[in-house]
């Protein structure tokens, strides 16, 4: 366990000088922010992204599945165009890639859970655990909300439970990231690595306590995290994304897919007459992705007998324009937010309404440079 660890707080650890460089490599794009500290701000000295599509031979906006090494050369030639050098860089692990779960566990000290865990593990994740790296976190009691079990309510004594949060990440997905960021040429000692849910959070969960829902749409999938009491507490990936709107649209309409995308884009679900197909399969699609999302929250809700106040929409499929109105639908009396990693930073006054608008594709990135900065 301890060789697992070992490697897992060097991946997880943070408290850099310097320039420091996050870079999420999505499905459809690279997306880079080199930020530094500089006295108590945190200043944005540059950013940039990538599509990936026309390296595989198709369209921007479409997921991939590239090679690790036309990854590496596509990141390279980004960072050299931008003419971005770091200090110190670190990257996301996909969501996919990874496994991420809740379980309860007895009360029990340290030494004895360090041994509960890999075995609890095992049940969870499909492959030998000799052959992942795994962390754990004891999530923190919950102030509120909890459901009474039902022999304490009748006065019977229990042994308290601990909710651990366990996360998983293949040896050969970690592999796979250093070989990148060795052929991207991209300098600095040790990998730090991060699952990307939790460089979201970070560019994007403020200190609100209350229960809120966090959804990173991108072009193949949709990430969910549920953070409740400033951690944590659930998460699930929807196996659809924004492209998904996009193939609906160039199907219907019998337009190609960069046509269909370039009207996704521009005209968004605002009610324009030139966009009513883009709102039918845009509602069509987001309210498929929005009903998983719901139910996914339904079961928390139910379970922990709470709400959730607030959603916060990430990804470069929460750039639509007014996609708050269609989430809306499935999260009635609740407020619709499109994240603002951005804002987290010091940014040129002349650049912010780009930024605004890019904003939202930034979350992964921004949030995997702050935690380079982490005390
Ligand atoms: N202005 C816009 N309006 C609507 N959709 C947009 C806009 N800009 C980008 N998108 C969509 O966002 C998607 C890309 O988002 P993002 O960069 O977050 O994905 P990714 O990180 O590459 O994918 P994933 O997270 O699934 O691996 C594309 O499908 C693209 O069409
Ligand atoms: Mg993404």
């Keep these: 366990m301890a060789s697992f660890l070992d490697p897992i707080t060097k ?26 500290k500089v006295g108590e701000k945190v200043v944005l000295k540059n950013y940039g992204e990538i599509a990936l599509g026309p390296r595989a031979g198709a369209s921007a906006g479409q997921a991939t599945n590239l090679p690790p090494e036309k990854i590496a050369e596509t990141l390279h030639d980004l960072l050299k ?3 971005i050098t770091a200090q110190h860089t670190l990257l996301a692990i996909p969501f996919s890639a990874s496994l ?4 309860e566990l007895p009360e029990v000290g340290k030494k004895e859970l360090d041994s509960m ?9 499909p492959v030998p655990i000799s052959e992942v790296s795994l962390d754990w976190w004891i999530l923190p009691k919950r102030k509120a909300g909890e459901k009474v079990p039902a022999a304490a309510a009748s006065g019977e004594k229990v042994l308290g439970k ?25 300098p600095g000692e040790g990998s730090h690595f991060e699952i ?7 560019a994007v969960v403020g200190r609100d306590l209350s229960p809120v829902l966090v959804a990173d749409i991108g072009a193949g999938s949709t990430k969910l995290a549920l953070v409740d009491e400033g951690v944590v507490r659930g998460s ?13 649209l160039s199907r219907s309409q019998a337009i190609s897919f960069e046509k269909a995308e370039e009207l996704k884009c521009r005209v968004g679900v605002t009610g324009d007459a030139e966009g009513r197909d883009v709102f039918v399969v845009a509602e069509l699609l987001l309210s498929n992705i929005m009903n998983e999302a719901k139910r996914f929250v339904e079961n928390y809700e139910n379970k922990y007998n709470t709400k959730i106040t607030k959603v916060i929409l990430v ?22 937010v499109i994240g603002d990693p951005f804002a987290r930073l010091d940014t040129p006054a002349f650049l912010a309404p780009t930024l605004k608008e890019l904003s939202p594709d930034f979350a992964v990135a921004v949030g995997l440079a702050l935690k380079g900065l982490e005390e």
Excluded: C, W
């Excluded at 650890?13 to 930020?35: M, P």
């Design 315 to 336: 990804g470069g499929g929460a750039r639509l324009k007014g996609i708050e109105k269609i989430v809306e639908k499935n999260f009635p009396n609740t407020s619709i």
């Design 100 to 103: 991420l779960t809740v379980v």
């Design 196 to 202: 990307e849910i939790f460089s979201t959070l970070r």
């Design 162 to 186: 601990i909710e651990v949060i366990i996360a998983a990440i293949h040896n050969e997905v970690i592999s796979k990231y250093e070989s990148i960021k060795r052929n991207a040429q991209i």
């Design 236 to 248: 699930h990936v929807i196996s659809m994304g924004s492209q998904d709107i996009s193939i609906a």
């Design 11 to 36: 991946l997880f650890g943070g408290g850099h000088k310097g320039a420091i460089l996050g870079i999420d490599i999505g499905s459809s794009f690279i997306k880079v922010v080199l930020v530094e």
């Design 117 to 125: 865990i890999p075995i609890e593990a095992r049940r969870y994740i």
């Design 81 to 83: 165009e931008a003419g």
